[in-house]
């Protein structure tokens, strides 16, 4: 058996390769991995508690089994690169919503990224987020972000947790920019607790609410459940968005924008 220690961007790179198998064939014995990896069980399941904290798979009694696809798609290091000409068209729409001068906070999907590019060239706007990756696009720009903190979730490179939502009850944002991972029949749902618990605050926390989502995250569902959409003025989505989804939007008292990526 080879050894089993190395560089950390080659534990990273063996670490990916496990998860790849767990999500390929639902559940493996970790015995069976660690001969799969030539590297000791002890070391598998090592990697296998990384994996599990950082909430890419679930660690059993002698297996690891994948979560859903919901959950693997809501790491950010499998839904950056997805869709990028939808969430391009996404992020014109929303920064239609931006004034100079406004205060503008920003959940931390990658929906959003595009826009926290646009939003460094608005004049005068203050930015407060959770998603370091946002801090990130802006430090540049003359653009004041404020970090909210609290447990920091490498996955999705920003924090959360009830130090984020009672920094929240504290600030008052003239617009509020929130992404969604699952959404069905206008009720929303994220596979981990303390994301689904934040995303819930942030409408009560701005004058003006928008919800950004493309078409692959409608007709489905994850563990957390928090509510539905009528907590937001204004949902953009893409043309591709079945109106069989649409419909409970608007049905809850919801405006509705769709941008067709193509066009």
Request: hydrophobic share 40%.
């Given at each position: 058996m080879r050894a089993s220690r190395g560089s950390e961007a080659e534990v990273e790179e063996r670490r990916k390769t496990v998860l790849r198998h767990v999500?390929?064939?639902?559940?493996?014995?970790?015995?069976?991995?660690?001969?799969?990896?030539?590297?000791?069980?002890?070391?598998?399941?090592?990697?296998?508690?990384?994996?599990?904290?950082?909430?890419?798979?679930?660690?059993?009694?002698?297996?690891?089994?994948?979560?859903?696809?919901?959950?693997?798609?809501?790491?950010?290091?499998?839904?950056?690169?997805?869709?990028v000409e939808v969430k391009t068209a996404i992020a014109d729409?929303?920064?239609?919503?931006?004034?100079?001068?406004?205060?503008?906070?920003?959940?931390?999907?990658?929906?959003?990224?595009?826009?926290?590019?646009?939003?460094?060239?608005?004049?005068?706007?203050?930015?407060?987020?959770?998603?370091?990756?946002?801090?990130?696009?802006?430090?540049?720009?003359?653009?004041?972000?404020?970090?909210?903190?609290d447990r920091f979730y490498e996955d999705f490179e920003s924090c959360a947790g009830p130090g984020t939502r009672r920094q929240l009850e504290d600030i008052r944002a003239t617009v509020a920019f929130v992404t969604a991972t699952s959404v069905r029949d206008g009720r929303l749902f994220h596979p981990v607790r303390e994301y689904a618990e934040n995303k819930r605050a942030y409408p009560r926390a701005a004058d003006r609410a928008v919800l950004a989502v493309d078409h692959s995250k409608f007709?489905?569902?994850?563990?957390?459940?928090?509510?539905?959409?009528?907590?937001?003025d204004l949902l953009v989505t893409d043309a591709d968005t079945p109106e069989s989804e649409l419909r409970p939007v608007r049905d809850l008292g919801v405006q509705v924008r769709t941008v067709d990526p193509h066009s």
């Open positions: 999500a390929q064939e639902g559940e493996i014995r970790i015995a069976d991995l660690a001969e799969r990896m030539h590297v000791s069980v002890m070391t598998m399941h090592r990697d296998l508690d990384n994996l599990h904290e950082r909430q890419l798979l679930r660690k059993g009694r002698g297996v690891a089994t994948a979560f859903s696809n919901v959950a693997m798609e809501s790491a950010l290091r499998f839904r950056e690169n997805a869709h729409a929303l920064v239609e919503e931006v004034s100079p001068g406004d205060t503008v906070l920003i959940d931390c999907g990658s929906t959003l990224f595009p826009l926290a590019r646009r939003l460094a060239t608005v004049d005068g706007i203050r930015v407060i987020t959770n998603s370091l990756r946002i801090t990130y696009l802006l430090a540049a720009s003359p653009v004041e972000v404020t970090l909210l903190g007709g489905r569902t994850a563990t957390y459940p928090y509510g539905d959409v009528s907590g937001y």
